[in-house]
Structure formats: structure tokens, C-alpha cells
């Protein structure tokens, strides 16, 4: 499986970002989920959200609840990342992610990554 991601740039805090995750080299992504992992300057990567194809369930991580939205298209080819109220803290390389598993609770190392997109966020 190939992820392209792309959508990252710069924005003011509180402004709003969407990325975009294409993904290619299956005929089916059903029991694949896919997700969002960033890194900051100096800071393990880290899981952000991520959404299962198989059922359409989602999970975040706690600090961009309520502020970032993970969702899919019908083809179930291409994830995107709403981001809303963008703090400086959510400057990082954001990375796509795919993992051959159902559900998206996401556990262990993901077996297939994008190249990074970066996002900054001025304060």
C-alpha cells in the first residue's frame, strides 16, 4: 500500500487545516484502518486518529478531541484530517498511516506510513 498525503501549512492559532491521505496498491482496503500519527520538533511521533474501514469507527487521541474530525470517502481510498482550532502545539509533521486490522482502536506499529506533511501553527 502507498500513502500520499498533503494539506499541511501555515496557519494562525484557531484557524483550520484539512489533510488529505491517498491511498493506492489494493483492491480493497476493507480490513485495513487507517490514521494520523504527527511528530513535533524534539518529540516522539505520536497517534492522533485514526478511522476503520470495515465499520466506519473512529478514536482520537484526548487532546484533539472535539477539535479534529477523521473520515473517508466511499471508495475507501483517501482519509482526510479536519483541523479546527489549531493550537500552536499541534505544529508537527503529520504522518498518514494504514494498518491491516479492524476496528480503530489503534495497537502496535502501523505496517504501511506516508511521507509527512508539516503543519505550523503561529501563535
Known amino acids: 500500500v502507498q500513502l500520499q498525503a498533503c494539506g499541511g501549512g501555515l496557519v494562525q492559532a484557531g484557524g483550520s487545516l484539512r489533510l488529505s491521505c491517498a491511498a493506492s496498491g489494493r483492491t480493497t482496503l476493507n480490513n485495513y484502518r487507517m490514521g494520523w500519527f504527527r511528530q513535533a520538533p524534539g518529540k516522539s511521533r505520536e497517534f492522533v486518529a485514526a478511522i476503520s474501514w470495515s465499520g466506519g469507527s473512529t478514536s482520537y487521541e484526548d487532546s484533539v478531541k472535539g477539535r479534529f474530525i477523521i473520515s473517508g470517502d466511499n471508495a475507501k481510498t483517501t482519509v482526510y484530517l479536519q483541523m479546527d482550532s489549531l493550537k500552536p502545539e499541534d505544529t508537527a509533521v503529520y504522518y498518514c498511516?494504514?494498518?491491516?486490522?479492524?476496528?480503530?482502536?489503534?495497537?502496535?506499529?502501523?505496517?504501511?506510513w506516508g511521507r509527512g506533511t508539516l503543519v505550523t501553527v503561529s501563535s
Open positions: 498511516a494504514a494498518q491491516v486490522a479492524y476496528g480503530s482502536r489503534w495497537l502496535g506499529t502501523p505496517d504501511y
